[in-house]
């Protein structure tokens, strides 16, 4: 089955220690799109600006998204500009430019709203919100959010929070949104505002979820080396629902399954800036590191 | 077969923001030696001063440990005082006096050299080195650590890790034993120093076992409340070198499951302060949660 994927098309201009990468393709939707890619067929739905370069419209192309929701709009695109430490742990946003993002409120097509499995990756609950009431035959409703949106958007969150299945956020948002510090605790607790599943991402640690038959404790792929995590926990989610839309059967039952997909797509977006080393895998790769993973958890 | 674990027999003295609780049974080998008691015949090499409370012998023997390595010599016991923050997860040492564990160079009896199994709890590696240098019949001998032995005898411990099979330690004291940021590759760079195997401890994230055989992901028992984390680690190894000792086959074979074990055996130590939580427990609560771990990772 098919998904519709709403979030940033983003250029992102990120730092390291070692290295300047200006204007690369990013943004949840970008990442969660090309990641969902190797398992079902992906709408995007999403606004660029003037300054969107080609060459990015031609990798959406090469993984076969469908762009007819990407609107180009007159202005700049959304552009983040991040700065990594030595560890890659901790980052440090820079400059944040909105640019035609800031006031879209998209309408869909009827193809559009007929998209079985729906994922509002990170970006503004009111957007989020705004395309998850215009669809009509949604099967299951992932949303991603982050910090920012706890911070200026708490009221516009727990609305939307009503309506989804499952809600994906880190263990610091977690931590947040639930006033409390225990992530294993305020994972269960999320419940009480509504959706059935609830996904805590721990980066390097791997993932929680959080539903009707209990936790389920998901471990991340071990990589000897991080480039640069920007778009993983993207990745994860866009990997996670590509894998439930490409499987038959209840979610209950494909969940796991899926939380590993994501995990093990994540990993490769860690290794190259940007969706670097996401675009250039295939489905094969994803195989060979599930299986390694298999083996690596064992007992 | 039988373990002989030696390592610090200690009073702490354990604050919380709602409680004190002065001069609990406490110490690596304390905590080792408990909960590896639930799997295998225990030998405690150790000593103790003046003013420790026969009630703590009365816990030894509870746990049928084998107390004729148990010295008691002229002075203080051991003691340690420490203060967690509201989260449980920082911790500061208030204050820190060795006591008779100072000066201690115990020289073993027959029976005990003969173990098969020797479990170097964290202590002075001088220590651990000089009982390991009296074992006759060691099959497979685990050393844990900590950071004060990086910091102040580092070459102590590299002349130690030369003759142990297995090296336990956590996540920041491999970043930097091997100055190396990534885990995974520290876990792995530590073989060159020695161990055939190397055991990372990520506490609430698990562990990671790097062997011939590549890496072993292990997670943590979920756990909603924490009361006091310490002896965790202690009561980790402990269960870990448990189960292998009370297990035929190869530890090649064996070593995930006991890992697994001892996982599970850390997490009752976490829900009471000292070892009140861990000396409560039998064998058949340890096969419950192992069963209900095994359960949270499946997929």
Redesign the interface.
Known sequence: MSILIVGTTALDSIKTPQSENPRLLGGSASHAAVAASFFAPVSLLGVVGDDFPEEYITLYKKHKIDLAGLERAPGNTFHWEGEYE??M?NRQTLETDLGVIENWAPTLSDNLCRQPFVLLANCAPQLQHHVLRQTKEARFVIADTMDLWLNIARHELESLLKEIDCLVLNDSEARQLMEE?????AA?QIHRYGPKYVIVK?G???S?LSGPN??????AF?????IDPTGAGDSFVGGLVGYLASHPGEVETNL??A??HGSVTASFCCEGFGLAATTEISMADIQQRMEALK?????
């Open positions: 030595v560890n742990n510090d225990n992530v294993v605790l269960q721990k390097e640690h791997g929680v209990g936790l389920f404790l998901a471990p071990p990589l000897n080396k991080v796991h399954q939380i590993i083996s690596m958890v064992a007992f």
